[in-house]
C-alpha cells in the first residue's frame, strides 16, 4: 500500500476502499507488480465497480 501512497492517489479513500475488498487488494498489488501505468489503471478502476470486478477477474486468469 505504500506504492498508492507514493504515486499521490487520493489514499484515505482508496484505501478505505481497499481494506474492505481483500481480492480487490491483491488486484491492486499484482497490478502493481506488472509495472503498468498504476495511477492511471487504479483511477479508471477505483471509480467503475464493473471494471474492479474484470479486473479481479482477468487476475485470477494470470
Do not use: C, P, S, Y
Request: avoid cysteine.
Amino acid at each position: 500500500m505504500i506504492a498508492l501512497h507514493k504515486i499521490g492517489i487520493n489514499f484515505k479513500n482508496d484505501w478505505q476502499q481497499l481494506k474492505e475488498n481483500a481480492q480487490l487488494q491483491k488486484t491492486v498489488l499484482a497490478l502493481n507488480k506488472t509495472g503498468v501505468n498504476f495511477k492511471k489503471q487504479w483511477l479508471q478502476i477505483k471509480g467503475n465497480k464493473q471494471l474492479q470486478e474484470t479486473v479481479i477477474e482477468n487476475n485470477k486468469k494470470l
